[in-house]
């Protein structure tokens, strides 16, 4: 697949697909459809938005996301920034990049420390470890993407999984984060929507395979202690999740078939002192 080219796949299970080629797959992901709450017109642009070089802060989540969950393929695949290229530009960065195969499999020495630490602190904890460890031995996949329909809109969707472990039914989602106490990564859990991800990447693994899949959220803090703490949801709130997920794809659909993506309404819209309690508690 070209880089900007998008694509149709058939409903499945894909290993191995870059990132760049899931991109550019023609379906809604959970980052797209969570913006439908401000507006079909938001959604519609992430929609649009197909594969772009990714930012430094992206590139060192991919580089945290590799040592952790298939620390194999980092080392093997993964390199640090030699010092005699000073900046990542010119000819000498361009040269390296071309033969890393991109600019994110070339680890910032700044970086480093922090990679090393995220990966340690995970690993220490002997329940994720486990889930890690048997995943990388055959027993799951890192990396999934999956495709899927929804029979009640038509609507393809689709998502990348950090990583399955298909034999006990477990979605681990890692997401580093600057505070994995509960308080704390509660606010990233609502701020991110990761209740809506997590029911959209379970819903979708369960239409595929037949059966249900747990999701587990792994939080992880991007700097001293590095402490680690994983999260997973009762039923009913995945369900409601779910629902909410469902409304915002016959949203979709309804603009799709209408040709029609609204933003925000053209009235006034007076804001109450519940409105101002609302949005600061």
Not at 30 to 46: D, N, V, Y
Not at 54 to 74: C, N, R, Y
Not at 136 to 159: F, H, M, P, Q
């Amino acid at each position: 697949m070209s880089e900007s080219t998008s694509s149709t796949l058939e409903p499945g299970v894909y290993p191995g697909l870059s990132f760049e080629d899931y991109c550019n797959i023609d379906a809604v992901n959970s980052s797209s459809l969570k913006l439908i709450r401000k507006s079909p017109a938001h959604f519609r642009g992430a929609y649009l938005k197909k594969y772009s070089p990714p930012t430094d802060a992206q590139m060192l989540g991919t580089q945290i996301h590799s040592a952790v969950l298939e620390p194999k393929k980092f080392n093997e695949e993964f390199a640090i920034q030699p010092e005699y290229i000073k900046t990542r530009r010119g000819q000498a960065w361009e040269e390296l990049v071309e033969e890393m195969g991109g600019a994110e499999f070339v680890i910032r020495t700044r970086d480093l420390e922090t990679i090393e630490s995220v990966k340690n602190a995970v690993h220490l904890n002997d329940p994720i470890n486990q889930i890690i460890e048997e995943a990388n031995k055959g027993e799951g996949e890192v990396e999934l993407s999956i495709v899927w329909r929804d029979e009640g809109t038509g609507v393809l969707c689709k998502a990348r999984i950090d990583l399955v472990h298909f034999a006990k039914g477990i979605i681990l989602d890692l997401k580093t984060t600057k505070g994995a106490d509960t308080e704390g990564f509660l606010r990233d859990i609502i701020t991110y929507r990761y209740v809506n991800q997590a029911a959209f990447y379970a819903w979708g693994l369960s239409v595929i395979k037949g059966k249900k899949f747990r999701p587990l959220i792994v939080a992880a803090e991007k700097s001293y202690p590095f402490g680690v703490q994983s999260f997973s949801f009762e039923s009913k709130v995945l369900q409601a999740a779910h629902e909410e997920n469902m409304n915002y794809l016959r949203t979709v659909a309804k603009c799709q078939a209408s040709g029609q993506w609204d933003c925000y309404p053209e009235e006034v819209r007076t804001l109450s002192q519940e409105d101002l309690d609302n949005a600061f508690n």
